[in-house]
């Protein structure tokens, strides 16, 4: 299969935007509030997902997979976001960057479980020099923190790992924009109960800040969760998918640098160079091992 035709692409563009996401989420948060910017960010993924769903004529979900696409609503969106911004609260940005870089780790270990799906050697091994690059980003300067805030965010990555299984059973039957949309709305029906504060907040809010979070709905949550539902659709593995979450703190900081301002440390560079090397490793070690061993036999 060529790359294009692969899950490749549609992974790699939902986390150029998730990645965007963390920018743009810090610089909205200087004028909202994180469970504000949570609504707000998918409701305007909503407005977006229900003009598309009108235009393109997409059918609903059946009513027997309703509860699924319920239950994605709630894992994906309503409660990742309630607990992330819980665990936030006491833990540092450092040490929630690496609690939430497990999500691939456990995503993998209930695949296998739930999916009978097997990781090969040289798969494992990358995905544990991929978690060490994001330990050296995050915390080879930073602190690691140990209070109940890594509770709520050990049950956050928990929650986004089921939602990721989930998206591999949604898939075999509907689209990934249709498994994406439905579960937004869901999400964003959730969410809602903290739409009178977010309301509040943007009728204060100056234009660039309302972009921002336009930007986070449109791009970081309509069409990256839309590509993301199509990767898992097209991947033989859920995760090969998931894998590719590994390299969000990295572009997350390349990207803090070029709207931000923000300089990449030591850390970044040498962790990031790891992360890189280690989904190399775990997408691309399979040809290699099979043209090393084609020629030694040649």
């Given amino acids: 299969m060529k790359f294009r035709d692969s899950f490749h692409p549609y992974a790699i563009t939902t986390i150029l935007f998730w990645s965007l996401a963390f920018v743009f989420t810090r610089m ?6 994180a469970f504000s910017v949570g609504f707000l960010r998918y409701l305007a993924a909503s407005l977006a997902l229900v003009a598309v769903v009108f235009v393109a004529r997409i059918k609903p ?6 509860k699924w696409f319920l239950l994605a609503g709630a894992l994906g969106f309503a409660l990742y976001v309630v607990l992330f911004n ?3 609260e006491t833990v540092t940005a450092a040490t929630g960057s690496t609690i939430l870089a497990t999500v691939p780790v456990l995503t993998a270990l209930l695949a296998r479980v739930v ?4 990781l090969r050697a040289f798969q494992w091994i990358a995905t544990a020099v991929e978690f060490s690059g994001v330990v050296i980003l995050t915390l080879m300067d930073g602190v690691f923190s140990f209070n109940p805030g890594l509770l709520w965010l050990f049950a956050g990555a928990l929650s986004l790992s089921c939602y990721n299984l ?3 059973r949604l898939t075999k039957t509907y689209s990934g924009l249709q498994t994406s949309a439905y579960g937004i709305f869901a999400g964003t029906l959730m969410l809602s109960v903290f ?5 509040r907040e943007a009728q204060t809010a100056s234009p660039t800040q309302l ?15 839309g590509t993301w539902s199509q990767a898992f659709k097209k991947a033989k593995l859920s995760s ?6 590994f390299v969000t703190p990295l572009l997350s900081s390349i990207l803090a640098f070029a709207l931000a301002g923000e300089k990449p440390d030591l850390p970044t560079v040498v962790g990031g160079s790891i992360i890189l090397l280690g989904v190399l490793l775990f997408n691309f070690g399979g040809m290699l091992h099979s043209k090393t061993k084609a020629e030694g036999l040649a």
């Avoid at 909205?28 to 509030?33: D, L, V, W």
């Avoid at 999916?115 to 097997?118: F, G, L, N, S």
């Avoid at 739409?195 to 309301?199: C, D, E, I, K, W």
């Fill in 61 to 66: 979900p059946a009513l027997a997979d309703l």
């Fill in 240 to 245: 090969s998918v998931s894998n590719y979450m």
């Fill in 86 to 88: 819980k665990g936030c």
């Fill in 28 to 33: 909205a948060m200087q004028h909202f509030s």
């Fill in 166 to 168: 989930l998206q591999r």
């Fill in 115 to 118: 999916y009978r799906e097997k």
């Fill in 211 to 225: 972009l921002m979070i336009a930007v986070l709905g449109v791009f970081s949550s309509a069409i990256g969760y």
């Fill in 195 to 199: 739409a009178p504060g977010a309301v």
